[in-house]
């Protein structure tokens, strides 16, 4: 990627802003003729002064001089102050508005992806968020460098050298040739420094990690005495981190020295070749300043062209991945048209599911969900249950195979009104930081308060909810687990959806919890096609039909007599919970508690 590709993709961005760029572009030019008043002036104040003292003429005549040259700088001070604020303000209003833009442009792009693309190594939370990030704060960097320091400088570089080629092409000739060779020295520069800068970047990073990683690890840390071990490690990383500090410090105050040199090579010619000039009888006495004032002109933008070519090259960087992310068209997830009714029969044949990691998941599953029944899916953990389910919601789109729904292929059927028929209650659910209230109306944004509670109460919530100090207002994250899962069951409840997907649902709440919990999910149940993944046996019983699976695939399924006797996966997983439970024992105490009271 290249400068001019990363300006192709921004230009949408900033297209939207047209005033604001000529604005700012219009500032530029005027700014770019305000700075070489100082020249000029200076070449008229030497070169009058000079004429009148040579005539032997005083303060008396010189007065009018004075004057001008006040009025003509004040003038352009005040002109140049406007200028300024101006270039400054629109630039930096581009910025911060191009910025807002790749933000949200960047979310909305990514919320249309499909799973897959989330799931991918490369697009851990963290790890995208980063990118994300970098690529918008170095993207409007690079806006504001380009408006705000390159155009700016650069303009009044070109112009201070017109007027010096103007005014004396040999002159003009000289100030030309330092450019490229200071060209030459940013350029190894920024080549020196760029490793160490990485290298810096890189060291930062892992000792703000290396911190987080001892805070968050601190009760671990103490336990096993390892609080020698871990400071060493920092000491590592720090010593690491200052001798790159000191190697790109070297580097830069060598180059900025060199630098300093050649720019000072520059003036010295200047003032020789134009003080020649004047000897010569070619050049009033006033033209060395002009030509000395112009040239600082001219090496000003040469001057912080080492810090604007890191910047470049950063953008560059962090916006090839982040244009990687909003570009990533084929991870948009794919919606067929039809929109039918939905009755929730699900019928797959032959399906075959790989992870994008390459993890064969699914294998040739055969199975068909009865619309209002109650299906289990039973197996030992990483059976392949959840990504069963996550292909009936159109998550993940099997490789092969094919997936109905009442007949319809689901890749033809309207995946947002797809979804809208089907309430999925996972493990740990996702509570939003907000109210209770608002928690619970994720499920329909559009429900009044009195359904809100309605759901609450279907859910075995309500009451608990208006013992709380701030009631439907509480913040929800505060709940408990058990309370939480009924905050998702009451959004479930509200949503009402046709088909529900039940993910164990209560595989991480306490036994009161889940015994509170079990009327709200017999409620949930009733008259709608319910699959539900489980490792309690009473939630297993209760299923019309189960589905058994091992390593992908289905082993059996029946009915639950029909399972046990076949002395199959089923039965051993099904002792297994049993012998887990200890039922023999948890019998015999029930059996003496009521000898007891017998
Ligand atoms: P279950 O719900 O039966 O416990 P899953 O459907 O969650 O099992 O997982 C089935 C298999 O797929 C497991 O081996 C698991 O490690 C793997 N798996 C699950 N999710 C992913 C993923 N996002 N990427 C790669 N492999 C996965």
Aim: proline fraction near 2%; charged fraction near 20%.
């Amino acid at each position: 990627m290249n400068l001019l590709n990363v300006f192709q993709k921004l230009r949408p961005f900033v297209r939207p802003y047209r005033i604001l760029v000529i604005a700012t572009l219009i500032m530029t030019l005027i700014g770019s003729f305000t700075a070489q008043v100082n020249a000029l002036t200076l070449q008229y104040a030497v070169d009058s002064i000079n004429r009148l003292v040579e005539q032997g003429l005083g303060l008396a005549e010189g007065w009018h001089i004075l004057i001008t040259i006040s009025v003509i700088l004040l003038g352009k001070e005040i002109i140049n102050a406007f200028v300024q604020f101006g270039q400054k303000f629109y630039g930096e209003k581009l910025r911060i508005l191009v910025s807002q833009d790749l933000a949200q442009g960047i979310i909305e792009k990514f919320l249309t992806y499909r799973l897959a693309f989330f799931n991918d190594d490369n697009n851990q939370a963290g790890k995208l968020q980063t990118r994300i990030d970098r690529g918008i704060g170095s993207l409007t960097r690079l806006v504001q460098i380009f408006f705000i320091d390159i155009l700016p400088l650069f303009t009044s570089a070109i112009v201070a050298l017109g007027l010096m080629y103007y005014a004396n092409f040999y002159v003009g000739l000289v100030a030309t040739c330092i450019v490229p060779i200071y060209f030459w020295l940013t350029f190894k520069q920024a080549q020196k420094l760029g490793g160490w800068r990485r290298n810096l970047r890189d060291g930062r990073e892992k000792k703000s990690q290396g911190i987080l990683g001892i805070i968050n690890s601190i009760t671990v840390i103490k336990s096993f005495n390892r609080e020698s071990i871990e400071s060493e490690k920092q000491l590592k990383l720090q010593k690491e981190l200052t001798d790159n500090q000191m190697q790109t410090r070297q580097i830069s105050f060598l180059f900025d020295g060199l630098k300093t040199f050649i720019e000072q090579i520059g003036i010295v010619l200047i003032i020789i070749l134009t003080a020649y000039f004047v000897l010569d009888g070619q050049m009033s006495i006033g033209m060395i300043m002009f030509h000395v004032l112009l040239f600082n002109n001219v090496s000003a933008p040469i001057r912080s062209l080492h810090r604007i070519y890191d910047e470049v090259n950063d953008a560059m960087i962090y916006s090839e991945s982040f244009f990687k992310i909003l570009e990533a068209d084929d991870e948009i997830e794919q919606s067929g048209t039809q929109k039918p009714n939905i009755r929730g029969q699900f019928d797959l044949s032959n399906v075959e599911f790989y992870y994008p990691n390459g993890h064969h998941a699914l294998k040739n599953i055969n199975m068909t969900i009865q619309p209002n029944k109650i299906t289990a899916l039973v197996g030992l953990s990483g059976a392949g249950k959840s990504t069963l389910i996550s292909l009936l919601d159109k998550f993940f789109e099997p490789q092969s195979g094919t997936i109905t729904i009442d007949g319809i292929d689901l890749k033809d059927i309207d995946t947002q009104y797809l979804r809208d028929h089907i309430g999925l209650v996972l493990q740990k659910n996702h509570i939003f930081q907000g109210s209770i209230f608002d928690n619970i109306r994720y499920g329909k944004t559009d429900a009044s308060t009195e359904d809100v509670m309605q759901a609450a109460r279907k859910a075995s919530i309500h009451e608990q909810i208006l013992q709380l100090p701030n009631g439907y207002d509480a913040d929800a994250l505060m709940l408990s687990g058990g309370q939480q899962q009924r905050i998702a069951l009451a959004r479930m409840f509200l949503k009402n959806p046709p088909i529900i997907f039940l993910d164990e649902p209560t595989a991480s709440l306490d036994a009161i919890a889940t015994e509170q919990i079990k009327q709200s999910l017999d409620e949930i149940k009733q008259g709608r096609t319910v699959i539900i993944i489980s490792h309690s046996l009473s939630q297993i019983i209760d299923a019309d039909y189960t589905y058994v699976m091992k390593e992908g695939e289905i082993a059996e399924h029946g009915e639950h007599d029909a399972l046990y006797h076949q002395d199959g996966v089923y039965k051993e997983i099904f002792d297994a919970m049993a012998k887990s439970l200890n039922i023999e024992k948890i019998a015999r105490t029930f059996e003496e508690d009521e000898d007891t009271h017998s």
